[in-house]
């Protein structure tokens, strides 16, 4: 396997700047400083609490950080809204699955792509400046409501979608409803849909979780081939060590909101740092 | 036989305006989780619209009836905007309180803008003769404008379901129904999908305001208060979040009164009265509705 674990050649697409985020007298996340290059994979590990959801709250917008500032493929996403960071490129699963239990499959992929035919031009413009892209997308938004010219780029939606489905290995499902699907399989729509918003990072919440060991084995080829098939930067929650050590180039790991250590799957596993953040220190003389 | 056609189709057509309106409460409400007090208000809104451009501009009743609706959605947009949007992540109760003032403001308004001296909407038809034409059905006289009611209610039913089955702002509502946060985050602009349901229910409501104010034809700026509390509780009835739950929570209720007070005319004068014995018999009995689906709270 090609894995430069720190190839510094490779760009930055994700820079975490000094990142906190204060809930009341909470501080959730302290302190945050990390880089997330082109093309990697990397695993956020942590005890339960550590606040690895809340990173990833902060990375899609769902929060904003209270201090620090969030750079994504060369644009302050820090005060943007959830909806405007997924078209620049990011998109996200769950922790608990969070599918639209009411809705197909194709449905559910075909949400996701809702704002690609809004808005061709959201990349470009948004990356000049924010208040013109609301504007092109708000008029794309009502030109979409008015259907003018629209019925052909709804077809071309439901075949992409499709398509993507199909690629997944999901199309028996096609017309079933989300909520009737096997758990495993609830998991891969659940990625699929991310898929279809175009993302060039994936955040993936724990994505074996109530897995058993043969789900979290396919679940580990899985993301390993959505990766190179279509050439994301991935960055993952886990618990399950098996799945960080055995597909993570690099690991970074949380305790108490700050990052207490980062390096190589082998680097972890030996620093004492993370052994006492998962186990408990030693009392010494005892 | 011939009676009860004659009901029937008093029935259909009372519940079809009943269900109108109530389609603007099930739908805010699924999205939201808010009753929107004012939405009775904004098809008053919505008569005056209609009744001002035939009258004062002299608008033929199509194009009057059109830019009625298309104001009421206007207004209904602006009321998310100005009052709700605000209030997106505040508690419930909050955005609640605010739709009654909402409710109390368009109210006054109209009393400020319009008088608060009752007008007759029959102004509205310069030939007044097409309200005498009847057509016979086996032996039963219906009024041509029931006809015409049935068949335009009928129409935007049929609008609405293409708009929320079939189009791409029809499946972002029902996203967003089902969980505003993940539909944001799959790249949907929120504001703008509810901004354009609240604009859908108040046409909705403007056009069942313009039939009833046919049937009914005083106007006058507390006019939504009945027929918006009728629909309320229609859409309760079929149960609330539900589309189809209030349609068929409407018609119900429509067939429901007129056939008591056909067959039982000695408690006509408690008509008002069945629609809140049957708004708390569903509670009840069924407090999801007839259609509604069973809400299981997380613990």
């Given amino acids: 396997m090609t894995s430069p674990t720190l190839d510094l050649s490779r760009k930055p697409i994700l820079i975490l700047d000094q990142v906190t985020m204060q809930f009341g007298g909470l501080v959730a996340v302290d ?42 493929d060369g644009i302050d996403i820090t005060p943007l809204k959830p909806h405007q960071i997924t078209h620049l490129g ?13 809705m197909t499959v194709l449905e559910n992929v075909l949400v996701a792509q809702h704002h690609k035919f809004t808005n061709p031009d959201a990349d470009r413009i948004l990356k000049i400046n924010g208040k013109s892209a609301k504007r092109v997308a708000n008029f794309w938004f009502w030109r979409s409501v008015l259907k003018v010219g629209y019925l052909k780029f709804e077809k071309e939606m439901v075949s992409k979608a499709k398509e993507l489905i199909e690629k997944l290995g999901l199309s028996k499902f096609m017309h079933e409803k989300a909520s009737a699907l096997p758990y495993g399989d609830q998991r891969k729509l659940e990625i699929a849909r991310a898929l279809a918003t175009d993302p060039k990072l994936l955040l993936l919440d724990e994505p074996a979780a109530g897995m058993n060991p043969k789900e979290t084995e396919d679940l580990m080829r899985f993301v390993e081939r959505i990766r190179e098939e279509f050439d994301l930067t991935i960055f993952l929650i886990e618990h399950d060590m098996k799945v960080v050590m055995g597909i993570c180039e690099r690991i970074i790991v949380m305790d108490y909101g700050r990052i207490i250590a980062e390096g190589t799957p082998k680097e972890i596993q030996n620093n004492p740092k993370v052994i006492e ?6 009392w010494e003389g005892v | 036989m011939t009676f009860f056609l004659q009901n029937f189709f008093n029935g259909i057509m009372l519940g079809g305006l009943y269900a109108l309106i109530a389609v603007g409460y099930s739908m805010v409400y699924g999205i939201l989780r808010l009753i929107n007090f004012a939405h009775g208000d904004v098809m008053m809104m919505g008569v005056y619209f209609a009744y001002y451009s035939a009258v004062v501009f002299s608008l033929n009743p199509i194009l009057s009836f059109t830019v009625a609706v298309l104001g009421a959605a206007a207004l209904g947009f602006l009321i998310d905007r100005v009052a709700y949007k605000p209030l997106r992540k505040a508690p419930r109760i909050s955005a609640l309180i605010t739709a009654i003032g909402v409710s109390f403001f368009l109210e006054n308004l109209a009393v400020v803008i319009f008088g608060a001296i009752p007008k007759s909407f029959l102004d509205v038809f310069k030939d007044k003769s097409i309200l005498e034409k009847t057509i016979t059905v086996a032996d039963a006289r219906i009024p041509l404008l029931t006809f ?38 799959m790249g949907v602009n929120v504001d703008n999908v509810i ?44 149960g609330i979040g539900s589309i189809s739950g209030a349609v068929l ?28 014995i049957i708004l708390i018999t569903v509670l009840l ?15």
């Avoid at chain 2, 505003?180 to 985050?185: E, K, N």
């Avoid at chain 2, 009995?285 to 613990?299: D, H, M, N, T």
């Fill in chain 2, 195 to 238: 901004g354009f349901t609240f604009a859908l229910g108040s046409a909705l409501a403007a056009a069942g305001g313009i039939m009833w104010a046919m049937r009914f034809p005083n106007v006058h700026p507390y006019m939504g208060f009945v027929p918006g509390l009728k629909a309320f509780i229609a859409a309760v009835f079929g």
């Fill in chain 2, 249 to 276: 929570g409407g018609i119900l209720l429509g067939m429901i009164e007129i056939f008591l007070a056909a067959y039982f005319p000695s408690v006509m004068g408690y008509r008002d009265a069945f629609a809140f």
């Fill in chain 2, 148 to 185: 015409l009611v049935i068949i335009v209610t009928f129409a935007m039913f049929s609008v609405l379901f293409f708009v929320v089955y079939k189009t791409k702002i029809g499946m972002a509502m029902r996203a967003i129904a089902a969980d505003i946060p993940t539909t944001s985050l």
């Fill in chain 1, 31 to 72: 302190d945050f400083t990390a880089e997330i290059r082109q093309g990697e994979l990397v695993g956020l590990i942590g005890p339960n609490g550590a606040g690895k959801t809340t990173v990833f709250n902060l990375i899609t917008g769902i929060y904003h950080p209270t201090k620090g500032k969030i750079v994504f």
């Fill in chain 1, 277 to 282: 953040a998962y186990l408990g220190r030693e």
């Fill in chain 2, 285 to 299: 009995v069924k407090p999801s509705g007839l259609l509604g689906k069973k809400a299981i709270e997380k613990v």
């Fill in chain 1, 90 to 102: 990011i998109a996200r699963t769950f922790q608990n699955i969070r599918l639209f239990s009411d």
